[in-house]
């Protein structure tokens, strides 16, 4: 009998065929990437213009669009406890009141209006928001962002008195225009137009921008343009981390919690080795700081601009924290934004500064020539 050999790969021929696979994938793995964050910025899209309806629905029922922070007159009726965390109140977001616009009518029930945000008036032992604003919302939640979790702070429980700002986070913003306001006091706040007394009625018109403090935007207000004009844009958590302005903390993410009705106050939730520890800012954001001459503390500070995607993203210990109020992005090379008219554009992180605070305006005059 003939026995015949089989023919077999040599290590040679194994190794090209190894190697022509290591290219293939080397190939296709960015494609693969490349097709996965443009699925991702299309849902991150998506969910702006389904924001932007949202707005305008609320728009064609209560004649106005939602204000970015609902406030009552300071001291009435008194604080509590002075110098307590209900000393500077605010009772609520935009967010609370779109609830029944994006299809969170029931999580809009839970909440008892004649409270705040964060607890009764009077009360400040009151805890019963605080597991409701730690209900997280898919549509405020940026795809491309990556996060530990969507659980910030306690539930209002035993042992969590160090997390008084609960919440669930939100990677979008309301855009406040050109100018940050203060939430604490200065020594002139009734004659500064960015202290205590800063509502936007109160806002020069060439800052002011569709939202703020007991904001009543109407469509016709927006004089700039509804195409020419920023509503929301992207203010991605999680993307800076921040030691503090005195180091008091370890580096701890940065988040932004949808139901957070402190505007310009930042503060961590909780403390060295404590679960579910951030640190956390309202969801608005500015294109840059304009102080006023009236204001004591405008040396050196007027029209310092806000940029986009702020670096670095590991803060440290620092006392200047803009990049808490700036938009940004995971996305390269710039952020999404909400237009008044309902579009969503992608603008670049390098759009010229003077065109990016105009459009943060309503009322600003501004030309910006359409190209952004």
Not at 140 to 146: A, D, F, K, N, R
Request: proline share 8%.
């Amino acid at each position: 009998m003939v026995r015949r050999r089989r023919p077999a790969f040599t290590l040679i021929e194994l190794l090209v065929v190894i190697a022509v696979i290591a290219i293939l994938v080397a190939l296709l793995l960015p494609a693969v990437q490349q097709a996965r964050s443009r699925a991702r910025s299309l849902q991150c899209r998506s969910q702006l213009k389904q924001l932007g309806l949202a707005l305008h629905n609320y728009h064609s029922v209560h004649g106005l669009f939602p204000p970015s922070f609902v406030r009552q007159a300071d001291g009435d009726p008194p604080a509590p406890v002075a110098g307590g965390g209900l000393q500077y109140r605010s009772h609520w977001t935009g967010y609370h009141l779109l609830l029944p616009y994006i299809d969170q009518a029931p999580l809009h029930d839970l909440y008892d209006f004649d409270k705040t945000w964060i607890s009764s008036l009077l009360d400040p032992s009151d805890h019963s928001m605080w597991s409701v604003n730690q209900t997280p919302i898919p549509l405020l939640i940026c795809p491309s962002v990556t996060r530990n979790g969507t659980a910030i702070g306690g539930d209002g429980s035993t042992g969590s008195s160090l997390h008084w700002m609960a919440g669930s986070p939100t990677d979008y913003a309301f855009s406040h225009g050109a100018d940050r306001i203060s939430a604490l006091p200065n020594t002139a706040a009734a004659a500064c137009s960015r202290g205590l007394l800063h509502f936007w009625s109160q806002w020069p018109t060439r800052s002011r921008g569709a939202f703020g403090y007991n904001s009543r935007c109407r469509i016709v207000d927006v004089r700039d343009g509804a195409s020419q004009t920023l509503f929301i844009g992207e203010k991605a958590g999680s993307r800076l981390t921040y030691r503090g302005p005195s180091g008091q903390t370890p580096d701890l993410p940065v988040e932004f919690p949808w139901a957070m009705a402190a505007v310009s106050y930042f503060a961590p939730t909780g403390g060295v080795g404590v679960p579910n520890s951030y640190w956390v800012a309202g969801p608005y954001a500015v294109t840059a700081d304009v102080r006023l001459p009236a204001c004591p503390d405008d040396a050196g500070d007027i029209g310092t601009p806000f940029p986009m995607n702020p670096l670095p993203k590991r803060l440290g210990t620092a006392t200047d924290e803009r990049p808490l109020f700036s938009f940004q992005s995971e996305h390269i090379g710039g952020s999404h934004f909400l237009l008044g008219d309902g579009a969503v554009r992608f603008i670049n992180e390098s759009i010229d500064q003077r065109i990016y605070e105009a459009l943060s305006t309503i009322d600003g005059n501004e030309v910006t020539g359409g190209g952004f």
